[in-house]
């Protein structure tokens, strides 16, 4: 980047930034604990949608003293919908940390930054330049989209983006400049049609001057991820629902339906063969299948089968020592009021199942739906 001009490209995102910043909650403080907050939230998940639950976040939790006095259960619950829990498990954890071993005072270094729970460089740079003014250059995927059309490279290497990061930053106000890089790459140099007519640095892009700046970089290619096939029981006796804590993996610590793995397609050889050996054949007279529904996570794909077992209110439900006997999946169970479901943290899969409730069609158990 030695004949790059540096200054102009500074200050000509600078002015664009001024004028055409979106309007972020978060981006109305230097607060660490609010910019880290939103950091956390906007891994993997679109601005519009954490908006909202940043707002509610923060008004429940103010601070990291806040945070750290709290339970991960209401922790988990306030985060519900925005998927990828262990964000929110890494979270708390920091939060505690650095109340418990640094006494409440903020890590100002990336280094400190990167010896907390689920903190990665990208985070531990936004942080530290943005809320403590570090000259440090951050590369997400929009930084690293405009810095491959800047240079016009296909494959850009991650020690080359993080060092076009840092020769660029502005060093009088880093986390601006981070800010305007990322909002560039969000709202004009977007990976398919970029704007390029409306995008301030264009002068300067090498990209562009080949006439095809979309092909920068080439965009990873990878296998589909792999399809996992559920039966989730929805099973109701007496306004009360069944649900499972998560012991560990994807979504520990939640609360979700009793799942059994679909192996045959046929609910009756999956699960009603296995209860009956623990006197649960009432199941069958009761069991209804629902339409199927499907969730996507960022490495795997849920198809579940949901399964409402209203239970007869005069007959006595299962005891849990015979459920938990069917799976080891869950570290404990418990039977939660209708109305206390809004109250506890159930991912956003489980609750597309239990939408699938509102559906017209009940069909009776079968071998397909």
């Given at each position: 980047?030695?004949?790059?001009?540096?200054?102009?490209?500074?200050?000509?995102?600078?002015?664009?930034?001024?004028?055409?910043?979106?309007?972020?909650?978060?981006?109305?403080?230097?607060?660490?604990?609010?910019?880290?907050?939103?950091?956390?939230?906007?891994?993997?998940?679109?601005?519009?949608?954490?908006?909202?639950?940043?707002?509610?976040?923060?008004?429940?939790?103010?601070?990291?003293?806040?945070?750290?006095?709290?339970?991960?259960?209401?922790?988990?619950?306030?985060?519900?919908?925005?998927?990828?829990?262990?964000?929110?498990?890494?979270?708390?954890?920091?939060?505690?940390?650095?109340?418990?071993?640094?006494?409440?005072?903020?890590?100002?270094?990336?280094?400190?930054?990167?010896?907390?729970?689920?903190?990665?460089?990208?985070?531990?740079?936004?942080?530290?330049?943005?809320?403590?003014?570090?000259?440090?250059?951050?590369?997400?995927?929009?930084?690293?989209?405009?810095?491959?059309?800047?240079?016009?490279?296909?494959?850009?290497?991650?020690?080359?983006?993080?060092?076009?990061?840092?020769?660029?930053?502005?060093?009088?106000?880093?986390?601006?400049?981070?800010?305007?890089?990322?909002?560039?790459?969000?709202?004009?140099?977007?990976?398919?049609?970029?704007?390029?007519?409306?995008?301030?640095?264009?002068?300067f892009c090498q990209g562009l001057s080949t006439g095809s700046p979309d092909r920068f970089p080439t965009p990873a290619s990878?296998?589909?991820?792999?399809?996992?096939?559920?039966?989730?029981?929805?099973?109701?006796?007496?306004?009360?629902?069944?649900?499972?804590?998560?012991?560990?993996?994807?979504?520990?610590?939640?609360?979700?339906?009793?799942?059994?793995?679909?192996?045959?397609?046929?609910?009756?050889?999956?699960?009603?063969?296995?209860?009956?050996?623990?006197?649960?054949?009432?199941?069958?007279?009761?069991?209804?299948?629902?339409?199927?529904?499907?969730?996507?996570?960022?490495?795997?794909?849920?198809?579940?089968?949901?399964?409402?077992?209203?239970?007869?209110?005069?007959?006595?439900?299962?005891?849990?020592?015979?459920?938990?006997?069917?799976?080891?999946?869950?570290?404990?169970?418990?039977?939660?009021?209708?109305?206390?479901?809004?109250?506890?943290?159930?991912?956003?899969?489980?609750?597309?199942?239990?939408?699938?409730?509102?559906?017209?069609?009940?069909?009776?158990?079968?071998?397909?739906?």
């Open positions: 980047m030695n004949d790059f001009p540096v200054e102009a490209f500074r200050d000509v995102l600078r002015a664009w930034f001024r004028e055409h910043a979106r309007d972020l909650p978060w981006r109305r403080s230097r607060d660490p604990y609010r910019v880290w907050v939103s950091e956390v939230m906007l891994q993997q998940t679109r601005v519009e949608t954490v908006r909202a639950y940043y707002e509610r976040f923060v008004r429940r939790f103010p601070d990291v003293e806040a945070l750290a006095a709290a339970e991960l259960t209401e922790v988990l619950r306030y985060w519900q919908g925005l998927g990828y829990y262990r964000r929110a498990r890494h979270l708390h954890a920091a939060a505690r940390r650095i109340v418990r071993d640094r006494g409440g005072r903020w890590p100002q270094t990336v280094q400190e930054w990167l010896a907390l729970p689920g903190v990665g460089p990208y985070m531990a740079r936004a942080v530290v330049s943005i809320a403590f003014g570090v000259p440090t250059g951050v590369v997400d995927g929009n930084v690293r989209r405009v810095l491959a059309r800047l240079m016009a490279v296909e494959r850009p290497g991650r020690r080359d983006l993080q060092a076009w990061a840092d020769a660029l930053v502005d060093p009088r106000d880093p986390g601006t400049f981070n800010q305007a890089m990322m909002e560039l790459g969000a709202t004009v140099c977007t990976p398919v049609r970029p704007r390029c007519g409306d995008c301030p640095v264009r002068v990878g296998p589909a991820p792999p399809e996992e096939r559920w039966w989730v029981i929805l099973w109701s006796h007496r306004d009360r629902w069944l649900l499972g804590h998560k012991r560990d993996g994807l979504l520990q610590d939640m609360w979700l339906f009793p799942m059994w793995p679909e192996r045959t397609g046929d609910v009756a050889a999956d699960l009603l063969e296995p209860w009956s050996r623990q006197g649960l054949r009432v199941a069958a007279t009761v069991l209804r299948v629902l339409g199927p529904v499907v969730h996507a996570f960022t490495h795997r794909r849920w198809r579940m089968r949901p399964v409402w077992i209203p239970w007869p209110d005069g007959w006595a439900p299962p005891t849990v020592d015979e459920l938990m006997a069917s799976t080891e999946m869950f570290r404990s169970w418990q039977w939660f009021p209708q109305a206390y479901l809004r109250r506890i943290p159930i991912p956003r899969a489980h609750r597309k199942v239990l939408a699938a409730l509102a559906r017209p069609a009940l069909r009776p158990m079968g071998r397909e739906v």
